[in-house]
């Protein structure tokens, strides 16, 4: 059941006013008699006291003791942490990039082998032929066409490959410098903040050796 | 007993320095865990409460008598934090407190254990249901629960009617009220019993 007056603004401030201990006669007096008919705000105000209960557990932090791990100003930690981070970006990148180019590299030449396997098995078949195998010389003319054929499909796979592997060398490079500039702009954008950072830092370290030296001139 | 705030500032403005130091010492933890809780970096909590002595420091002629310190002292540090939340955001930046908070907790094992995960798990759901709150109701939370200023305090440190105050605190309290029973956590619902 909702209550007909939960926007109430003046019932809302007595309300808090009794969870925290700030309400003077009048106010108690008007929420003990609105609640005294109204079950949905009885159920709400039991439920904030328990909230209440469980919003003391969020406590600060206890100082760690003096003397466990090392301290860094928080500029250095930053730039260490920077650092750490475009190296591992860039040594990830790269090495998966040219460990991937490697092997479809290596699958190329796999597959050129098996063609070549393939083609030599078939030639080596026909030389086997009934009509090769009587003793019958093959017509020089003919052995020299398979040997220009075969040279010129081997001449022509390699260049094949060699134009694939520059233009996938030269992606891969554009995607490296790529990497790189966005690498350089993150640390130029980081080292920019830290330099804000210092820079506040030390004014405001110079404002406190003023203070204190003002306060010193003082009391001399 | 020792002198009130109001006479400690009346004795700096007089030229006894001495007087601003004891001060520091008392309010700097306050400071310092009102800023933590708004900004939830201890580091940045310390340079803000910092600062905001500073601040007031140099302000000191220009604070009226008839306000109270504290609230003042609280107005500085909470409009410093507002500064911070609003470069952080243009920034989107990520603590190295936050990603170490980010990382794996080790758990002890050893009786009691259990009850211990469990607090510290009703813990972060409090801390994330406040950090999802609008800035304006965390302020008022922090102020009021942590802090425990009084609603005419509050309403002095962050330059509002004491109605608003307690408008943002209730709507602040219902909102994670709702959010901590979504989560099942807290009193909304009971605890997990161990297995013997």
């Given amino acids: ?220 | 007993m020792g002198r009130s705030d109001e006479e400690l500032v009346e004795a700096c403005r007089a030229g006894e320095s001495s007087a601003f130091d004891l001060l520091v010492d008392r309010w700097e933890g306050k400071i310092r865990g009102a800023c933590w809780r708004v900004l939830g970096s201890e580091e940045e909590a310390r340079d803000v409460a910092q600062e905001a002595f500073l601040k007031a420091y140099r302000a000191l002629a220009g604070f009226k008598k008839e306000a109270r310190f504290s609230s003042w002292l609280y107005q500085i540090a909470i409009n410093l934090c507002r500064d911070r939340l609003r470069r952080r955001r243009v920034r989107a930046t990520v603590s190295l407190e936050e990603l170490e908070r980010a990382g794996p907790v080790l758990v002890e094992r050893a009786p009691g254990a259990h009850e211990a995960l469990v607090r510290q798990d009703l813990a972060s759901a409090v801390r994330r249901a406040i950090a999802e709150l609008s800035p304006e109701q965390r302020e008022v939370l922090i102020l009021k629960e942590y802090q425990e200023l009084t609603f005419p305090e509050i309403a002095e440190a962050l330059c509002v009617p004491v109605s608003t105050v307690k408008t943002r605190l209730y709507r602040g309290l219902v909102q994670l009220r709702l959010r901590l029973e979504q989560e099942g956590v807290g009193g909304a619902a009971p605890l997990p019993v161990p297995a013997p």
């Fill in chain 1, 1 to 220: 059941m909702d209550c007909q007056k939960i926007e109430d603004e003046r019932l809302q401030g007595d309300k808090v006013d009794v969870l925290y201990g700030e309400a003077d006669a009048a106010a108690r007096a008007r929420l003990q008699a609105h609640l005294a008919v109204c079950a949905a705000c009885r159920q709400e105000m039991t439920g904030l006291s328990r909230l209440r209960a469980d919003l003391t557990r969020w406590q600060l932090p206890r100082r760690q003791p003096a003397g466990r791990g090392i301290f860094l100003p928080r500029w250095l930690a930053v730039a260490a942490a920077l650092v750490a981070g475009l190296s591992l970006s860039l040594g990830a990148a790269g090495i998966l990039s040219v460990r991937r180019a490697l092997a479809l590299q290596e699958a190329r030449t796999e597959a050129l082998l098996a063609g070549e396997r393939q083609a030599r098995a078939a030639l080596e078949r026909a030389l086997a032929a009934p009509g090769v195998a009587s003793g019958d010389a093959l017509p020089a003319s003919l052995l020299a066409r398979v040997d220009a054929r075969v040279d010129e499909r081997l001449r022509a796979s390699e260049e094949r490959q060699a134009q694939l592997f520059d233009a996938r060398l030269a992606r891969l490079d554009a995607r490296l410098e790529a990497q790189r500039r966005v690498d350089l702009a993150r640390v130029a954008e980081g080292l920019s903040y830290l330099d804000g950072q210092h820079g506040q830092q030390l004014a405001r370290t110079n404002e406190l050796m003023g203070y204190v030296l003002s306060q010193a001139a003082q009391k001399r």
